[in-house]
């Protein structure tokens, strides 16, 4: 079992930055893909970000690339999500998800954190 706690969101005006820190448990955390997916009030859950085990491979939502950057370090095991540039549309409970395969903008990871509100003020 995995267990997945999300850390740094907040409040920010449109056009600042957050970092978004997810710290899963266990001691192979470098087997997991890990993903970022958001959902917005009354919307339904929305791929961001995903890292393959080894950091080899990333996939990025069309609606964030250039803004949003997925990162991890395995010796650390923290899976970071840089987010610059943002705007109101980014507000989303933001959550951190992993899987032993690599999902790209897939949706079916196999575990999921509890969420970390993130909201942008116009």
């Known amino acids: 079992q995995v267990q997945l706690v999300e850390s740094g969101g907040g409040l920010v005006q449109a056009g600042g930055s957050l970092r978004l820190s997810c710290a899963p448990s266990?001691?192979?955390?470098?087997?997991?893909?890990m993903g970022w997916i958001r959902q917005a009030p009354g919307k339904e859950r929305e791929f961001v970000a995903a890292?393959?085990?080894?950091?080899?491979?990333?996939s990025i939502a069309g609606s964030v690339k250039g803004r949003f950057t997925i990162s991890r370090d395995n010796a650390k095991n923290t899976v970071d999500l840089q987010m610059n540039s943002l705007r109101p549309e980014d507000t989303a409970v933001y959550y951190c998800?992993?899987?032993?395969?690599?999902?790209?903008?897939?949706?079916?990871?196999?575990?999921w954190g509890q969420g970390t509100q993130v909201t942008v003020s116009s």
């Open positions: 890292i393959s085990g080894s950091g080899s491979s990333r």
């Open positions: 998800a992993a899987d032993e395969r690599y999902r790209g903008s897939l949706l079916d990871y196999k575990y």
């Open positions: 266990g001691r192979t955390f470098s087997s997991y893909a």
